[in-house]
């Protein structure tokens, strides 16, 4: 009841950027978290930024001061600007979304996009 789609990825030389997307749509209450994962050829998934409902942000090390997660609530998007895009960033790039999915309950569901690709050249 919940479907979570990526945009946005490409291909783009190193010191170039990007700005993916996130949309979330389907029959929910609301959008607590969203996270944008990151997964790299021959290694495991990884969280890049997390957003709260209220905005909150968190990076990983190793994108802070390039990356920012932001999102929009009207439109149940989320984004990441990526700036100073380096080859080390090449990866499928994943959305979660932590959704109330009943308006009777608190708990949430978790749900997955299927991932945009993002490639880095040299």
């Known amino acids: 009841q919940v479907q979570v789609v990526e945009s946005g990825g490409g291909l783009v030389q190193a010191g170039g950027s990007l700005r993916l997307s996130c949309a979330a749509s389907g029959s929910f209450v609301s959008i607590n978290a969203m996270a944008w994962y990151r997964q790299a050829p021959g290694k495991q998934r990884e969280l890049v930024a997390l957003?709260?409902?209220?905005?909150?942000?968190n990076y990983a090390d190793s994108v802070k001061g390039r990356f920012t997660i932001s999102r929009d609530n009207a439109k149940n998007t989320m984004y990441l600007q990526m700036n100073s895009l380096t080859p080390e960033d090449t990866a499928v790039y994943f959305c979660n979304c932590d959704v109330r999915v009943r308006g009777w309950s608190f708990a949430t569901s978790t749900y997955w996009g299927q991932g945009t690709r993002v490639t880095v050249s040299s």
């Open positions: 957003i709260t409902s209220g905005g909150s942000t």
